[in-house]
């Protein structure tokens, strides 16, 4: 509950995860290893992401059957609800008179510097090496509620592409969280930290296939930065070849071939057998060792010197106009 501007829940005895995390196994552990009862609300696209063996309960909005659900296991004053990239939209009334204000958002981010989603492929495009572990409380903006705990750390400087951030910023996660948990029930007092507004960026959601197309015009430093930022956990950054569709992954800049001309941006200039030399606009070259075909297979071998990787305007046009958006559902696009 907030009183006189701190947050705080005496006799914490529930925990109701809602949304989805692919560390929730471990999130309930903790909340086990603490003594708390725990819940966990999915929405039905989200609930095709589990695969381990995990009681769940889908709700794809907040109606007057997840509030029976809710309050026939649960009473609200002594339980936290905690969104997990929650599709399930909360309005006012249901934060303030449902909830009573006991339901928080976790964010890997520096907010408000880095509200909305795509969190680490738009963090790599824009060489963001802060990880930010941070709870604040759920309000009718996105991302916009007073903040109640945080705690920066760099990230290692082996993360180069969004498996390795993610890794490293789960791992802080899970400690972050306990520490948070341990701090309610030792009745601490958070202080309301709120967010102001004259700064800040609001980061839409991205989808590989929507907008992770390679537009070869781009400066060197800024090229592999965007075809890093769709490598791993996604299915890579995408430009055609020979009229095939294919995705890179496993890229690095290289600056040790000849100079080029912007002309020659995406020209396989040098194939090595295990990996090719691409041309970009500047002085810099590519390293490209993973090159995968529409049924994922690397056809890195198939390819010829002088072939060029070329993205057709119109893709490159689609993937900034089209924005993607989710809900319970799944994705929806927004074509305005």
Same mark, same amino acid.
């Given at each position: 509950?907030?009183? =006189?501007?701190?947050?705080?829940?005496?006799?914490?005895?529930?925990?109701?995860?809602?949304?989805?995390?692919? #560390?929730?196994?471990?999130?309930?552990? &903790?909340?086990?290893?603490?003594?708390?009862?725990?819940?966990?609300?999915?929405?039905?696209?989200?609930?095709?992401?589990?695969?381990?063996?995990?009681?769940?309960?889908?709700?794809?909005?907040?109606?007057?059957?997840?509030?029976?659900?809710?309050?026939?296991?649960?009473?609200?004053? *002594?339980?936290?609800?905690?969104?997990?990239?929650?599709?399930?939209?909360?309005?006012?009334?249901?934060?303030?008179?449902?909830?009573?204000?006991?339901?928080?958002?976790?964010?890997? !981010?520096?907010?408000?510097?880095?509200?909305?989603?795509?969190?680490? !492929?738009?963090?790599?495009?824009?060489?963001?090496?802060?990880?930010?572990?941070?709870?604040? &409380?759920?309000?009718?903006?996105?991302?916009?509620?007073?903040?109640?705990?945080?705690?920066?750390?760099?990230?290692?400087?082996?993360?180069?592409?969004?498996?390795?951030?993610?890794?490293?910023?789960?791992?802080?996660?899970?400690?972050?969280?306990?520490?948070?948990?341990?701090?309610?029930?030792?009745?601490?007092?958070? *202080?309301?930290?709120?967010?102001? =507004?004259?700064?800040?960026?609001?980061?839409?959601?991205?989808?590989?296939? &929507?907008?992770?197309?390679?537009?070869?015009?781009?400066? !060197?430093?800024?090229?592999?930065?965007?075809?890093?930022?769709?490598?791993?956990?996604? =299915?890579?950054? #995408?430009?055609?070849?020979?009229?095939?569709?294919?995705?890179?992954? +496993?890229?690095?800049?290289?600056?040790?071939?000849?100079?080029?001309?912007?002309?020659?941006?995406?020209?396989? !200039?040098?194939?090595?057998?295990?990996?090719?030399?691409?041309?970009?606009?500047?002085?810099?070259?590519?390293?490209?060792?993973?090159?995968?075909?529409? +049924?994922?297979?690397?056809?890195?071998?198939?390819?010829?010197?002088?072939?060029?990787?070329?993205?057709? &305007?119109?893709?490159?046009?689609?993937?900034?106009?089209?924005?993607?958006?989710?809900?319970?559902?799944?994705?929806? +696009?927004?074509?305005?």
């Amino acid at each position: 509950m907030i009183k =006189n501007n701190f947050f705080s829940i005496p006799n914490l005895e529930n925990v109701v995860f809602i949304g989805y995390s692919s #560390q929730l196994n471990e999130l309930i552990d &903790i909340t086990k290893k603490l003594k708390l009862k725990s819940l966990f609300i999915t929405s039905a696209d989200q609930a095709k992401n589990i695969k381990k063996k995990l009681e769940y309960k889908i709700f794809n909005k907040i109606n007057n059957e997840f509030k029976n659900f809710i309050t026939s296991k649960f009473k609200i004053e *002594k339980t936290i609800f905690i969104s997990l990239g929650s599709r399930i939209i909360f309005s006012k009334d249901v934060i303030e008179n449902f909830f009573k204000r006991n339901l928080v958002n976790f964010h890997n !981010s520096r907010l408000p510097l880095d509200a909305g989603g795509g969190n680490m !492929s738009w963090r790599i495009m824009r060489n963001d090496r802060i990880d930010n572990q941070l709870v604040h &409380i759920i309000d009718e903006g996105i991302d916009t509620g007073p903040i109640l705990l945080t705690k920066k750390s760099i990230f290692p400087k082996n993360c180069q592409i969004p498996l390795d951030f993610e890794e490293f910023s789960k791992l802080n996660f899970l400690v972050f969280f306990q520490d948070f948990i341990e701090k309610i029930l030792k009745g601490k007092n958070f *202080k309301l930290r709120h967010q102001i =507004n004259y700064i800040g960026r609001y980061n839409p959601r991205l989808d590989t296939k &929507i907008n992770g197309w390679i537009d070869w015009s781009l400066r !060197s430093v800024d090229l592999i930065k965007f075809i890093n930022a769709f490598d791993d956990p996604y =299915n890579g950054a #995408q430009t055609t070849i020979n009229n095939l569709n294919v995705k890179i992954k +496993k890229a690095q800049l290289h600056g040790g071939d000849s100079s080029n001309h912007p002309f020659m941006s995406g020209l396989i !200039s040098r194939h090595d057998g295990d990996w090719v030399v691409v041309s970009t606009v500047d002085e810099n070259m590519l390293l490209v060792e993973t090159i995968l075909n529409d +049924k994922g297979v690397n056809i890195i071998s198939k390819l010829k010197l002088g072939d060029r990787f070329i993205t057709p &305007i119109e893709k490159i046009y689609l993937s900034k106009k089209i924005r993607p958006k989710f809900n319970s559902k799944g994705l929806v +696009k927004d074509t305005k």
